[in-house]
């Protein structure tokens, strides 16, 4: 007889207390299996701590394999569940799909950022609820007081060190605490050149500061945050937000480069697709925590509505104190289902909160008992030490160096803004190149970054501006080939269905004997990357470049094809083969992007002055691009053409009269350095 299955989604704070009690109780009996997009349990409480400084990533990430011996972990995200057929479908961190059978299903897949329809959050904020998204703010926040450093403009250096964080709950209380502290110590090492000082802002429609706890708690949080500079403003929250700053609802307009949203959260919205009864968007269960009518399906934790039984018609909050519980408890009675011990209803006594404010300030009221202060410190930390089922020692040793050693402000540049959206369903997971997307995932809109970077049609599975939220990312598994890809879509502004240049769809590449002649090459000046000539720029090794003769005229000769992005004319460059698209990863940064992101797919590059063939760079060593030519010149000077005849095959193009000089000046996206023109002078690119 085959052992029984049973498959878990998530491994939060329910999730890993599900499995570690399961993996104890049946002692191997059964086999169970544990679906998560990352391959360790992440212990919320201390997550300001790391964007704060104190605490390293990992100290907070417990190893779900190490800590789990007896549980086989699964790497995906669940995207589609067959509860008939007893089948959870799930996409992998490459792509891959599968499915895991069960006889047991478990769902605590947790929660993510909640999103109220204000103009320009979507865009222009972030929230704290993954290990991504604390490592983004930590670099963010450092960056900001870094340029506000460097700044001379006093308007613009107030605007990079002023911070907004919305939501006065427990995280959004402990991010502006440890914040102020971070970045008055940056200050205190390197002060402003105009003398000003970092400012932190803590915004809450709520009466006062952490409205679920004690008042007289409230009443500790909020001194301490008034005695540290930040400005807590009770009643007020943001009514639009822009790349500039926030305007708030009292009608003020505060410029800001940082929106922090800490409102609160949501159940994941995976439950929603299961068609069964919900409460506020969580799947309704019993008090044994199992779905009525469907004897195989258990929830808990924050996707769980829990009845409370000790307040008759209400159920349990989402905290993580309740999920831990309703993890222990789920396990035995999911063990109890398959015949291993007794069932048993969820019951719970409040033990108290802690907030942990920096340093030795914290709030806390275990069993009731209010306490502030240093003493409040020692309980809080104790009991994160206490909570925590692994990196005990670790953190320990973190909260020590950081007592006795100055904190290491420096910035990795390792999440990107665009990797970290606020509409995510998987604030655990940052967004990458070539990433795949969950069906039905929500995603963040279009726009730009506090930063600069710019979000939409990003590398990372994110569909494209104007694409429904549930539609699958154009190139990735399952979507709709990316234009300008071989097989997929005609590019952009090509005529009528015509393939892109310089793909594999059988029509000749520009510059190919019957292909599409050169752009702009005077008759008997050799072709970029011929012998004696410029190499060309990005051109495969011996691969023929643009504008060998025997093609079409020169773009803006007589009788020619018109300058890229002038009317009528072709798209700009982004074609594969040639420079790298701004909106697809190569290694290295985007030309023209801010901060280094990448830039969104589909805006053209502006035609360089003079529609004149720009230089290619030597000794880049960077792939694509060909080696100089023995013997160049200088940047921006084409060697002298070689007598004889070129290499390709037909007759050398004619020239044709000079192109007009009133041509638009070159774009943000130009390369820098000088451009050849075709009169002779050199124009200067935007550098």
């Known amino acids: 007889m085959s052992r029984p299955r049973i498959v878990i989604v998530g491994a939060g704070f329910a999730g890993y207390r599900t499995a570690r009690t399961l993996s104890r109780l049946t002692r191997h009996q059964a086999d169970i299996t544990l679906l998560n997009p990352t391959d360790y349990f992440l212990y919320l409480p201390l997550l300001p701590q790391v964007a704060a400084g104190i605490l390293e990533p990992r100290r907070v990430s417990v190893s779900l394999s190490g800590t789990l011996p007896h549980v086989r972990l699964v790497l995906g995200e669940a995207d589609g569940i067959d509860l008939d057929g007893h089948t959870v479908h799930y996409t992998g961190p490459e792509g891959e799909e599968g499915t895991l059978p069960f006889d047991r299903l478990v769902l605590a897949a947790g929660s993510v950022n909640k999103l109220l329809p204000i103009p320009g959050v979507a865009e222009h904020a972030h929230g704290f609820r993954g290990l991504p998204e604390a490592l983004y703010l930590r670099d963010h926040v450092t960056r900001q007081v870094e340029l506000a450093a460097a700044a001379d403009d006093r308007a613009e250096c107030a605007a990079r060190c002023t911070f907004v964080v919305v939501g006065a ?44 706890m004690d008042e007289r708690l409230s009443r500790t949080a909020e001194r301490v945050l008034r005695q540290r500079g930040v400005d807590v403003r009770m009643g007020t929250s943001v009514k639009e937000a822009t790349h500039d700053g926030v305007v708030l609802t009292d009608g003020s307009t505060v410029d800001t480069r940082t929106l922090v949203w800490c409102v609160g959260v949501r159940p994941d919205p995976l439950v929603e697709s299961l068609g069964l009864p919900m409460e506020r968007g969580r799947l309704l269960v019993d008090p044994h925590l199992q779905v009525p009518g469907r004897p195989e399906l258990f929830a808990c934790g924050d996707v769980a509505a829990v009845p409370d039984l000790n307040q008759p018609g209400q159920y349990t909050p989402m905290t993580a104190q309740h999920a831990w519980r309703h993890g222990k ?165 090509q005529p009528s269905g015509e393939p892109a240049k310089n793909e594999p769809s059988g029509e000749p590449a520009k510059g190919q004997p019957g292909g599409e002649p050169a752009k702009e090459q005077p008759g008997g000046e050799p072709a970029k990357g011929q012998p004696g000539g410029e190499p060309a720029k990005n051109e495969p090794s011996g691969g023929p470049a643009k504008g060998q003769p025997g093609g079409e005229p020169a773009k803006e000769q007589p009788g020619g094809e018109p300058a890229k992005n002038q009317p009528g004319g072709e798209p700009a460059k982004n074609q594969p083969g040639g420079e790298p698209a701004g909106s697809r990863s190569h290694g290295g940064r985007a030309k023209g992007g801010q901060s280094g992101s990448p830039r969104a797919s589909g805006k053209p590059r502006r035609a360089v002055e003079a529609a004149g063939p720009r230089p290619a760079r030597g000794g880049s060593g960077k792939p694509g691009k060909a080696p100089r030519a023995s013997g160049a010149g200088s940047a921006g000077k084409r060697p002298t053409a070689p007598s004889g005849p070129s290499r390709s095959a037909g007759p050398p193009t004619d020239p044709g009269p000079e192109p007009p000089a009133n041509q638009p000046p070159p774009g943000p996206d130009i390369a820098p350095g000088p451009v050849k023109r075709t009169d002779g002078r050199a124009a200067e690119g935007d550098s």
């Not at 209803?345 to 920096?358: C, E, I, N, P, S």
């Not at 710019?454 to 994110?462: I, K, S």
């Open 329 to 493: 408890v789920c396990a035995q009675n999911v063990a109890a289902s398959l015949g291993i011990g007794e069932r048993r209803a969820y019951r719970h006594r409040d033990m108290g909160f802690v907030v942990d404010l920096g340093g030795a300030k914290a709030a806390a009221n275990p069993l009731g008992l209010p306490m502030s202060g240093p003493a409040a410190g020692a309980v809080t930390r104790g009991y994160h030490l206490a909570a925590m089922p692994g990196n005990r020692v670790r953190v320990a040793a973190d909260w020590l160096l950081d007592a006795v050693l100055p904190r290491q402000a420096v910035q990795l540049g390792l999440v990107r803004s665009w990797s970290v959206p606020l509409e995510s369903s998987s604030p655990e997971v940052a967004r990458v190149p070539g990433s795949p997307k969950r069906p039905g995932k929500a995603t963040g809109s279009a726009g730009q970054r506090p930063d600069g970077e710019e979000a939409g049609t990003h590398p990372g599975g994110e569909p494209a501006k104007g694409q429904p939220s549930g539609e699958p990312a154009k190139g990735q598994p399952g979507g709709e080939p990316a234009k300008e890809q071989p097989g997929g879509e005609p590019a952009k502004g």
């Open 169 to 212: 709950g427990y995280t959004g209380t402990e991010v502006a605490a440890h914040g102020a502290m971070y970045t008055d110590a940056q200050v205190r090492k390197h002060p402003m050149r105009t003398g000003m000082r970092p400012r932190w802002m803590l915004l809450d429609v709520a009466p006062r500061v952490m409205p679920e």
